[in-house]
């Protein structure tokens, strides 16, 4: 049987799968099972932030698979500590603890926990707990109950209701709709930086800012989703500190590039004082209030901190910064009409696309349809709703492979253009 033969008969269809089967990978390349070479500006969804097999990931995953894998979080895992010092110290440089997952959706899950218990700590007036999170228009949270309910998209929520109490979606980048959104129930405020799947939207400074004064001014946790934005792909080890460094969040949620491939996430929850005693926030979760079995066992965290401290000490963070405008210089050359915008930082980018200017076919969106030919023509991008593209090579893609990208994609656009 073929391996989409093998899919159909036994993996559950929850994926709209490409027909690629990618068998090898190395850097910013992948090879599928005839042998053809494909540039991978998908990197798993910004996942392999250095690219494909990296000298350094694949040896610390060697050197700790032969020495220990797993062990129980009822002990002290040395590699597991040491990964949160290179977090706390190096990349949020804010004092605070952390909690590791296998993924984005359970560290929002551990946000979501974490904002219902600081409301019980703090509740409203009459002493009724806390308990509402506001999300935002076009977010994405993830695919658990709770992380989906957070996700302010009918598109996910349809046929999943009664969704998880306790959510409330306002307009993004609105400073009055926030302003007058405010409950007496209203506990915290999550949202990305910069919105990925929700189409590469991007948080303006006044409106970032607005969150964080209307969260002091009525006592609520500002909790940022870093999932696909974080440690370096957006110009700086945290992407809230490319839009308003000055902001000092409460708790923050990552995964993805975190791991290089490895599967693992985490959340931090800051050390701040939230009450006369002297208590901290991140003392809230306690013994017994939360856990995972596989969460930053000794091999994930081996490999995370491979990746985070290739991240910094090469400082791929400015690296991806130059790429950036690399890409925009070049692209905004082609002056294609197709093209409406790029949006984005660092190696999160989303070219947005006019339908009305591409050959799309009956059934497809436009995005789908450039996806599919670029994948034709040797270079994997994912789709950010029906309108975008997104752009997310490895941070350390050289020059020369971006080059070679965006020939194809200036290639295939003019191919799928309408006029010329």
């Not at 997952?101 to 946000?111: H, R």
């Not at 910069?194 to 939207?201: H, L, M, R, S, Y």
Request: glycine share 12%.
């Amino acid at each position: 049987m073929t391996t989409a033969d093998l899919f159909a008969t036994h993996v559950l269809p929850t994926y709209a799968r490409l027909p690629l089967v990618p068998v090898r990978g190395a850097g910013a390349r992948l090879w599928d099972e005839a042998g053809k070479s494909y540039l991978d500006f998908c990197t798993g969804i910004a996942v392999c932030s250095l690219g494909h097999c990296h000298p350094r990931l694949v040896e610390a995953v060697r050197v700790q698979a032969g020495t220990l894998m797993h062990c129980s979080n009822l002990y002290q895992i040395p590699k597991q500590a040491e990964l949160a010092e290179e977090i706390n110290t190096h990349h949020v440089r804010l004092p605070g603890k952390l909690f590791f997952s296998n993924s984005g959706a359970e560290a929002n899950d551990g946000l979501i926990k974490s904002a219902r218990r600081f409301g019980h700590k703090r509740p409203q007036a009459g002493g009724s707990p806390r308990f509402e999170v506001i999300t935002f228009s076009q977010s994405f949270h993830g695919r658990t109950l709770g992380a989906m309910s957070a996700t302010a998209q009918a598109k996910i929520h349809e046929g999943f209701d009664p969704l998880l109490p306790g959510f409330r979606y306002l307009p993004f980048n609105n400073i009055a709709a926030l302003e007058n959104g405010i409950r007496p129930e209203t506990v915290a405020v999550l949202l990305e930086p910069i919105q990925g799947e929700g189409g590469v939207n991007v948080a303006t400074p006044e409106f970032l800012r607005a969150v964080a004064d209307v969260c002091k001014k009525h006592d609520l946790l500002l909790m940022f989703d870093e999932v696909q934005a974080g440690f370096g792909r957006c110009g700086d080890s945290m992407a809230w500190r490319m839009i308003a460094p000055e902001i000092e969040p409460d708790a923050i949620s990552w995964a993805k590039g975190m791991g290089g491939g490895v599967p693992i996430g985490a959340f931090w929850l800051g050390d701040r004082a939230i009450d006369g005693a002297g208590t901290a926030f991140s003392s809230l979760l306690g013994p017994g209030s939360h856990g995972s079995t596989y969460g930053g066992n000794p091999l994930v965290c081996a490999a995370s901190l491979a990746v985070l401290q290739e991240i910094r000490e090469h400082e791929l963070a400015a690296h991806a910064l130059l790429m950036e405008v690399r890409i925009r210089e070049t692209v905004r050359s082609w002056k294609l009409p197709c093209i409406t915008e790029v949006r984005g930082s660092g190696l999160l980018l989303g070219v947005g696309l006019d339908p009305a200017r591409i050959d799309v076919p009956e059934g497809k969106t436009a995005a789908l349809t450039v996806v599919s030919q670029l994948m034709g023509n040797g270079l994997l991008v994912p789709a950010a709703g029906p309108e975008t593209i997104r752009l997310l090579p490895p941070l350390n893609v050289t020059a020369g492979e971006i080059d070679e990208a965006l020939a194809i994609l200036e290639r295939t656009l003019r191919g799928l253009a309408r006029n010329g």
